[in-house]
Each structure stands twice: as structure tokens, then as C-alpha cells.
């Protein structure tokens, strides 16, 4: 068997082994293969590396199997993520008070404005990623991993200077009450000095998940989150350090996670390295990663300023019902974490896809991925709407604060599913390379937000308003990304050609 043809997976390999025992059988480059004799029979035998890039490659294999199997470590890092801040709320709420726990809350849109900034980086390189990975690009690879982290380290350095120099401003322009201002403004100052730390952890993820693994970026946020937990216990109980030590325990957490990230890619098996040695910017696929990251920014930024502004109308309804609509949105993060895991996962793998020519099997994909939230959305509905007020009694023992939480989450129980199928196109449509459709419509459905929480709420004095407009906004968003993915434009928005030429 010295020659010879092979068919697989649709793939023609043709290989001339010779005298050679490990030859190339992936006119890609894929897979090196052992060749030897064994009783007379040829053997072909996949190396024991490259036997964890097939697992990591969702280009091939069963649909479901492959992205079920890429998604449930994700389903349990988004809920270890919502528990990450979920245990600073329920610790400050119970074992500091009601007050302390809306200025934890109060900080919070600041907080995810700043983010977006490197969200948007991250979404970028997760994409191009994932395309070059699918495309079997090693050399675009090692290039992308570079211009990966040079920016994240220049990222995290505008954003923890803007951060530390803009909270104080930023909590007075939206009209935080005087009675918490004073401990927003400390429990931001301290989560802004551990951006470093939280901005590797979750772009080093995104790079992890562009290549195919979900699980090591969940071992290390499990292990994070325990120190987050246990800190805030001993900084809150023990030192009684209050929202400081809420907000001390989570720089600490935060700034582990990314080292362990760091420390991962430089020696895991995926051939790239951050490395503080090795800085540097390849224009082209800089230029992709920003030309994909900007707007999934800029949309993370406007619906960050958005909430601001729709902080700045809870915050006319007093600190009580700030409390209530902070633990609403606790409570909902649960629910939505399942799905948003699966809009994630549907990213890298049509991403995948897409960078290796199967426009059909990334839509398949996407079908499958509507399907699973579709089941998902209409179960975490009947949960929330039966067993939601027990959620909000975990975060606090004040009764006017549980009554409003519950009228909340029963408000928007129904509607899970808008936000899940919202979340899975928009996310299959950036996996695509077309990252300026899901700008577009997430903008317009939150710009609807703003006027119709100020007239169902803020005029009339209702609270209520409040999360009719987050409806309004979640159905809108849905229909008009659903009507885009239907256009199909975003089959030709491939940037691996883009960048392959210069890699």
C-alpha cells in the first residue's frame, strides 16, 4: 500500500507514503497520519494530537452531537459567570443590606459600558479564530494569537485609566441617590483596577473557543468563582469590609482566572502563544478583528448607555425598587444563561464552518441551535414563572423588595424565548463575518426601549413600564435578526480570504 486513494467525509486525500512512516493525508493540512504494517495489514493511525483537533473541529461529525457537546460546558460557564456576580449581590444584600446592594447594582451599567470596549475585541478574534481554524490556517493562526494580545493588553490599559477617572462623574450624571453613591464609586474603582485580569480571562476564552474548546475556560472559571465565593465570604462576614470586600474578592478572582487562561494557551497543544515577548500587530488581521469586533462594541457599548439610561429611570423610583429590578435581573440571567450559551457556541461553530466552505452544514446548525433554544426558552419560562420568587428571596429577606422582584420576572417569563432566538441568530450571523446586521438591529430594538419605558413608566409613575418596554424590545430584536439570517447575505461575508493571503 505504498499508493493509494482515500475518500472520507467527502474529503479526496491522496497520499504517496514510500519509505516515510507519518505522512500528510489533508490537502489542508488537517491531520498527520501514522502509516505502518501490523500482520501483513496496512495501518493508517491518526496521531495522538491531532486526535484532539478532531474533537475540537466542528466542521465535521454529527451536527447535534458536536454542538451540544461544545455548548454544555458553556451553559455551565455562563451560570458559573452569573453566580460570579449573583454571590457579590446576595452576600452584600444579606450580611451588609439593602443599600449596599443597590450600589453594587447602581455600578453595574458603568461597568458593562467599559466592557463592551473589549467585548467587541474579543467577539472579533473569536470570529477570525475560528474561520482561520476551519480554514486550517496555521500561519494565520499564530499571526491572529499575536495581534490578539497586543491589543488586549492596549485595551486593558485605556480601560482601567477611563474607568477609575470616569466613575464618580458617570454615577452623578445618571442620578444615583446620595445614601449609595459613595460605595458605587469604591466598588467600581476597585473592579476597574483588576481589568487586566478579566479582560485576558475573557478574550483568552474567546481565542480557546475559536479553536474548538470550551471546557478549560470553565475549569478555570469554576475554580475563580470558588475563590470569588469564599473571599467574599471571609472579606464580607470575617473583616467586615462590606462592598470593598466585595469588590476586592472579585479583582482577586478575576485577575487568577486570567492568568490561568494565560498560563493555558502558552502550554496547551493549540499552536499559539501569548507572550509578552512576542508582541505585535499583522495589519490585515487586525484589521478584520476590529472590522468584527467594532460593531458587536459599539452594539455592547449603546445597549450599556442604554441601560444607564434606563438606570437613570429606576433610580426615580428609590432605592427599594433599584434593588428589586437589580435582582430581576439576576433572576433572568439564569434563565437566559442556557440560551445565551447556545447563540456562543453557534458563533464559533459557523464560524468553523464558514471559514471551511459548509455554508450548508452552518445552517444546519443554526437550525438546530433555534430549535434547542425554542425547547429551552419555553421551560426556563414556566420555571421562572412558577419558582421565580424563590430566586429573588435568595437575594434579599426585605419584603417590599421580593414583591416587586416577583411582579418583574413574571412580567418577562413568557418572552425567554424572543432573547434566546435574538442571541442564536445574532450570534451565527458574527460567526459569518456579518457582524454589522446584529449592530443594527440590537440597536433598534433597544433605541425602542428608551421611549417606551418613559412613556409606560416614567410619566405615569410605573414601575411596571419599566419591563413591559424590555418586552417590547426583546420581541423587536428577535424578528428583525430572524429577517436578516432569512436574506441570506451573510453567506458571502467569509474573512478568510481577507486575511490567509497575508498570513
Known amino acids: 500500500m505504498s499508493k493509494g486513494d482515500i475518500c472520507c467525509r467527502d474529503t479526496y486525500w491522496k497520499f504517496i507514503c514510500g519509505d516515510k512512516k507519518t505522512v500528510d493525508l489533508s490537502i489542508h493540512g488537517q491531520y498527520n497520519m501514522t502509516y505502518y504494517k501490523s500482520n501483513d495489514k496496512d495501518v493508517i493511525k491518526m496521531n495522538k494530537q491531532d486526535v484532539k483537533d478532531s474533537k475540537r473541529d466542528l466542521t465535521q461529525g454529527s451536527v447535534v452531537k458536536k454542538l451540544l457537546g461544545f455548548s454544555i ?59 482561520l481554524f476551519g480554514a486550517k490556517d496555521a500561519g494565520g493562526l499564530g499571526k491572529a494569537s499575536r495581534t490578539t494580545f497586543t491589543l488586549t493588553l492596549t485595551i486593558a490599559t485605556v480601560i482601567t485609566v477611563l474607568g477609575i477617572t470616569l466613575t464618580r462623574p458617570f ?101 499559539i502563544r501569548f507572550s509578552f515577548r512576542d508582541l505585535g500587530v499583522n495589519g490585515d488581521i487586525a484589521r478584520a478583528i476590529i472590522r468584527l469586533g467594532l460593531p458587536s462594541g459599539i452594539q455592547s457599548m449603546a445597549m450599556s448607555a442604554g441601560s444607564m439610561i434606563i438606570q437613570s429611570f429606576a433610580n426615580r423610583f428609590g432605592s427599594t425598587f433599584i434593588a428589586a429590578n437589580s435582582t430581576v435581573m ?57 419558582y421565580g420568587s424563590y430566586i429573588i428571596r435568595a437575594f434579599t429577606a426585605d419584603a417590599d423588595v421580593i414583591a416587586i422582584g416577583e411582579r418583574g420576572v413574571r412580567t418577562l417569563a413568557w418572552f425567554y424565548c424572543f432573547i434566546g432566538l435574538e442571541s442564536c441568530f445574532a450570534g451565527a450571523m458574527r460567526g459569518a463575518g456579518a457582524a454589522v446586521a446584529p449592530m443594527v438591529t440590537t440597536l433598534s430594538a433597544n433605541l425602542l426601549r428608551i421611549p417606551v419605558a418613559y ?27 430572524f429577517l436578516y439570517y432569512l436574506k441570506g447575505n451573510w453567506r458571502n461575508k467569509s474573512i478568510v480570504s481577507r486575511v490567509e493571503g497575508d498570513a
Open 171 to 271: 454615577l452623578n450624571l445618571l442620578g444615583t441617590p446620595a445614601n449609595i453613591i459613595d460605595d458605587a464609586v469604591v466598588y467600581l474603582t476597585i473592579i476597574f483596577a483588576g481589568t487586566l485580569g478579566n479582560l485576558v480571562y475573557s478574550i483568552g476564552s474567546g481565542v480557546l473557543r475559536g479553536l474548538g474548546d470550551s471546557k478549560w475556560p470553565l475549569y478555570f472559571l469554576l475554580f475563580s468563582s470558588c475563590m470569588n465565593v469564599l473571599l467574599d465570604l471571609v472579606f464580607v462576614i470575617v473583616f467586615n469590609w462590606g462592598v470593598p470586600g466585595v469588590a476586592l474578592a472579585t479583582l482577586v478572582a478575576q485577575l487568577a482566572s486570567g492568568a490561568f487562561v494565560l498560563a493555558r494557551i502558552n502550554r496547551g497543544s493549540y499552536g
Open 73 to 131: 460546558p458553556l451553559v455551565i460557564s455562563f451560570f458559573v459567570m452569573q453566580l460570579y456576580n449573583v454571590a457579590d449581590s446576595i452576600i452584600v444584600g444579606q450580611f451588609v443590606g439593602p443599600d449596599a446592594l443597590a450600589a453594587v447594582a447602581a455600578g453595574f451599567p458603568i461597568m458593562m459600558f467599559f466592557n463592551a470596549l473589549y467585548m467587541g475585541i474579543s467577539t472579533g478574534a473569536t470570529v477570525v479564530i475560528s474561520q
Open 455 to 481: 412613556i409606560l413608566a416614567v410619566r405615569p409613575h410605573n414601575y411596571m413600564g419599566l419591563f413591559y418596554a424590555m418586552v417590547a424590545s426583546m420581541v423587536l430584536g428577535s424578528i428583525l435578526i
Open 330 to 386: 439576576r433572576a433572568d440571567g439564569f434563565a437566559f444563561l442556557p440560551m445565551m450559551a447556545i447563540g456562543s457556541a453557534i458563533t464559533t461553530f459557523v464560524g468553523q464552518n464558514i471559514g471551511a466552505g459548509n455554508i450548508d452544514r452552518a445552517k444546519k446548525g443554526i437550525k438546530v441551535a433555534a430549535t434547542i433554544i425554542i425547547i429551552i426558552g419555553i421551560t426556563m419560562g414556566a420555571v421562572m414563572w412558577f
